[in-house]
């Protein structure tokens, strides 16, 4: 039996705000976690503890730093300034990646590892809100984590706030802890909230991003939207990720809005009794226009998809809609085209791929495979096999797994073969099924030796050695 464990680092994090010139305090608490794997075992029920393999640790650490420096670059900063703030935020980097641990534990419980894209997908909306809070300052929040920054130190600007913006915020959030005039408490709808599961920090949090939020009545606009979602069969524990992912669906209208937008949905093929995990998944999905939407659909036709394809996409990669049709979706079908794929087929099986950067992610591994050898309609069935491929870091996770490759003594075509190898953990399950493959003397296919489970790789092993015992 797998169970995960939490420990709490009791840090508190101390920010300066600058807000019309004046400076006030802020308490911050960032909640950093490491989380460890605990299997039990044996017949006294022994504890063997596993902690993140130190060569995963090392990439996803590399991969939150790319995330960072490409977020501090979008906001401004100059690459200098990006670099030397990404060499002082070792602390913060660890914390990002406790943000992974704590998003997809059990994943990796699962020893499924991250791809580029879910690490970025994780990753940039927590940016964003600490970027909507601290913006002028997020600089030196990053290089002083988790102490308090120096007082008299000199932030880095990233762009101006606005004094009007800045008031405007900082009276929803004051409201937010308000006591009610009527109630003597805190205002109905932050109590209803607080019942749902939230604390007051993570209402206050979604306030700054969207100030509006704290203006919204309980019984005109939040708890209908709460109801219809408990209705709709979505976990009590999700609404709260919901709405702190995307408030502006407490100001839609239900009857106007929110069931006709759903209904055209539908229409195009969703699958309305998986609404809760399409909403959890992406609840912004709710808030795209039709015509927008329409836009996507009709690239997807475009490819030949049938509309039950169409369908069964939105409904497992609900996010596919927030790409956009001219900048992502049409040049990046044009270059898996180039490498002989079926672009529908791969959408269908790996949509993930399509919100990825042609220059910086695929045409990077593209090269690297060529380099090794493979011809591009080599490297076209792989991707073709297996859709994930792409999604993957080149430095953190192909590489060393190509490296570790060449030395088990496979000739290259078994990677044509059985791309899915790439999938696996290098220090989970890669390395430790050599090593006994190694010691067996046998030799067995490429995907016998990581896609069986640990029983039946062990039946196949033995029956290897056997017959070669025979013989």
């Known amino acids: 039996m797998k169970t995960i464990f939490s420990i709490q680092l009791p840090h508190h994090f101390h920010s300066t705000r600058f807000l019309f010139h004046t400076?006030?305090?802020?308490?911050?608490?960032?909640?950093?976690?490491?989380?460890?794997?605990?299997?039990?075992?044996?017949?006294?029920?022994?504890?063997?503890?596993?902690?993140?393999?130190?060569?995963?640790?090392?990439?996803?650490?590399?991969?939150?730093?790319?995330?960072?420096?490409?977020?501090?670059?979008?906001?401004?900063?100059?690459?200098?300034?990006?670099?030397?703030?990404?060499?002082?935020?070792?602390?913060?980097?660890?914390?990002?990646?406790?943000?992974?641990?704590?998003?997809?534990?059990?994943?990796y419980l699962a020893g499924?590892?991250?791809?580029?894209?879910?690490?970025?997908?994780?990753?940039?909306?927590?940016?964003?809100?600490?970027?909507?809070?601290?913006?002028?300052?997020?600089?030196?929040?990053?290089?002083?984590?988790?102490?308090?920054?120096?007082?008299?130190?000199?932030?880095?600007?990233?762009?101006?706030?606005?004094?009007v913006l800045s008031a405007k915020k900082l009276k929803a959030v004051s409201r937010v802890s308000e006591i009610d005039p009527d109630g003597g408490s805190l205002r109905p709808h932050v109590v209803y909230l607080m019942e749902l599961g939230m604390n007051i920090e993570?209402?206050?949090?979604?306030?700054?991003?969207?100030?509006?939020?704290?203006?919204?009545?309980?019984?005109?606009k939040i708890k209908p939207v709460v109801e219809f979602f408990l209705e709709l069969g979505v976990p009590k524990e999700n609404i709260s990720t919901i709405l702190t992912k995307r408030p502006q669906l407490c100001g839609i209208s239900l009857s106007e809005n929110l069931k006709p937008t759903m209904k055209f949905f539908e229409s195009l093929g969703v699958d309305k009794k998986q609404w809760p995990?399409?909403?959890?998944?992406?609840?912004?999905?709710?808030?795209?226009?039709?015509?927008?939407?329409?836009?996507?659909?009709?690239?997807?036709?475009?490819?030949?998809?049938s509309e039950?394809?169409?369908?069964?996409?939105?409904?497992?990669?609900?996010?596919?809609?927030s790409y956009s049709v001219e900048d992502n979706l049409r040049p990046t079908a044009k270059y898996f085209s180039s490498l002989g794929v079926d672009v529908g087929i791969l959408l269908f099986r790996c949509p993930q791929n399509f919100g990825l950067s042609?220059?910086?992610?695929?045409?990077?591994?593209?090269?690297?495979?060529?380099?090794?050898?493979?011809?591009?309609?080599?490297?076209?069935t792989m991707i073709s096999r297996y859709g994930a491929l792409y999604t993957f870091s080149l430095t953190e996770n192909l590489i060393p797994k190509w490296e570790f490759f060449v030395t088990t003594g496979y000739p290259k075509s078994e990677l044509v073969k059985f791309p899915q190898y790439f999938g696996y953990n290098l220090e989970e399950r890669i390395k430790p099924r050599f090593a006994i493959l190694k010691k067996s003397g046998a030799k067995l296919l490429l995907n016998q030796v990581l896609s069986l489970s640990s029983s039946n790789f062990e039946e196949v092993l033995e029956k290897k050695m056997k017959k070669m015992k025979v013989s």
């Open 112 to 163: 499924r590892e991250l791809t580029t894209l879910e690490i970025r997908d994780a990753l940039i909306p927590y940016l964003e809100s600490l970027f909507e809070e601290h913006g002028t300052i997020l600089v030196d929040l990053v290089e002083s984590y988790p102490n308090p920054p120096v007082k008299d130190k000199s932030a880095v600007p990233i762009r101006p706030s606005s004094p």
């Open 23 to 107: 400076t006030t305090r802020t308490q911050l608490s960032f909640p950093a976690k490491l989380f460890f794997c605990v299997e039990k075992s044996g017949i006294n029920g022994s504890l063997d503890v596993k902690v993140v393999s130190p060569a995963l640790l090392a990439a996803e650490k590399e991969e939150a730093k790319a995330v960072l420096t490409l977020f501090l670059k979008k906001q401004g900063l100059r690459k200098a300034i990006a670099a030397r703030t990404i060499n002082k935020s070792d602390l913060f980097i660890d914390h990002l990646v406790s943000k992974l641990h704590s998003k997809h534990k059990s994943w």
């Open 358 to 380: 042609i220059e910086a992610n695929l045409k990077p591994v593209t090269e690297y495979f060529l380099e090794r050898g493979y011809t591009l309609e080599e490297i076209g």
């Open 202 to 220: 993570q209402i206050r949090s979604i306030t700054r991003r969207f100030p509006s939020f704290a203006y919204y009545s309980l019984e005109g």
């Open 308 to 321: 039950e394809s169409i369908g069964k996409i939105l409904t497992r990669c609900p996010n596919i809609v």
């Open 277 to 305: 995990k399409v909403i959890y998944r992406f609840p912004a999905l709710l808030t795209y226009s039709r015509q927008k939407v329409m836009e996507s659909i009709d690239f997807l036709l475009e490819l030949g998809l």
